[in-house]
């Protein structure tokens, strides 16, 4: 207890891992308050110039259905302004019985497309007119992606255990512990425990807070997301033994550590964005454990409840090969010296 104890002290004194604790339950708050934000107001409306006296008054007032108008009283003030790089403004001016757009082309596509859609949907008013017109309601822009980012975001927090046991751990080969550590009567088991349990229960607190604050869970699927965070964050705490084993130093520590949280962060938006139909190497992805638990917490996300179980399955076998792994490099290395 008393070695615990010392290990909890440590982190208030490691401003590397309280920030690694502290910093996704921030940007968990930080993404929840940005969903809550309508970000269709930010959206520019459809703005046209008309010269005077030049399209009716019906003309003007079809127009104002789907945006703003402004008059110019000459050509080249309509001109300039339809090149004004800071607007997205459409020229209309009359073409017989119908109308013409103009635009300069350094206009988004959305703007574009309106302008060529114009003179074709004037033509037709009449036509549409008679048409039962249905609102759609406006997607969110960040429906597609705050998925995504919540689920990075948990896989950082998930990360807290590699990084600080393997802090730890080259912290005492500076300091000298490691040396007392290899002459006290513990076993391989008991010196696991004593490593792994702070890194592991901070990680997990670390991701659980950071699931409560993003996703609205019910009970079976809270479980489920509890089962993912336990198993993932028990996988990094056991990645940063390693970690903290090979490590000569403490800058060639934090560039493991790096390198694995790129690791763990760069495969699941990969994966995710480019959509690997092949088998074999969708299969290869899950190589890595932050894979399963991605998939797995994304699964949770969009409600369903039997996938995650697979995600589940698949960290609890790497964690019985990291497990196993680590005592059988242990034992051998007491064999050998």
């Known amino acids: 207890m008393r070695g615990l104890r010392y290990q909890l002290k440590s982190i208030l004194h490691d401003k590397f891992c309280l920030m690694t604790f502290l910093l996704p339950i921030a940007v968990a708050a930080a993404l929840n308050f940005a969903g809550s934000i309508d970000f269709s107001s930010l959206d520019e409306p459809l703005c046209f110039g008309v010269l005077k006296e030049d399209l009716s008054v019906q003309t003007i007032e079809w127009l104002e259905r789907y945006g703003t108008v402004t008059t110019y009283t000459t050509s080249e003030e309509l001109t300039e302004a339809i090149n004004e790089p800071s607007t997205n403004l459409i020229g209309v001016r009359a073409d017989g019985d119908g109308i013409q757009t103009l635009v300069s082309g350094d206009e988004l596509d959305i703007f574009r497309q309106t302008a060529d859609t114009l003179p074709i949907l004037y033509a037709q008013r009449d036509i549409a007119s008679q048409e039962t017109i249905q609102v759609l309601e406006r997607p969110d822009v960040m429906a597609g992606f705050q998925d995504l980012f919540i689920a990075v975001t948990l896989i950082v927090a998930m990360f807290m255990g590699c990084t600080f046991n393997a802090m730890n751990i080259i912290s005492e080969k500076e300091d000298g512990v490691a040396f007392v550590n290899e002459i006290l009567p513990m076993t391989h088991r008991e ?147």
């Not at 028990?234 to 084993?245: H, P, Q, S």
């Not at 074999?280 to 992805?285: R, S, T, Y």
Request: aromatic content about 10%; hydrophobic content about 60%.
């Open 191 to 337: 010196y696991l425990i004593q490593k792994m349990i702070v890194g592991f229960i901070c990680g997990s607190l670390s991701a659980f807070v950071t699931a409560c604050i993003c996703f609205p869970l019910s009970v079976q699927n809270a479980v489920l997301m509890l089962l993912l965070i336990v198993l993932s964050a028990f996988a990094a705490a056991l990645i940063g033994l390693f970690i903290g084993k090979i490590s000569s130093g403490l800058m060639v520590g934090v560039t493991y550590i790096k390198i694995v949280m790129l690791l763990f962060m760069a495969v699941p938006i990969v994966s995710f964005l480019v959509k690997v139909s092949n088998p074999f190497l969708a299969a290869m992805f899950y190589l890595v454990p932050s894979q399963a638990a991605f998939e797995g917490i994304m699964d949770l996300s969009a409600g369903r409840r039997t996938v995650p179980i697979t995600d589940i399955l698949i960290i609890l076998v790497h964690c019985v090969i990291l497990v196993s792994a680590y005592l059988l490099t242990s034992r051998w290395k007491k064999k050998n010296i």
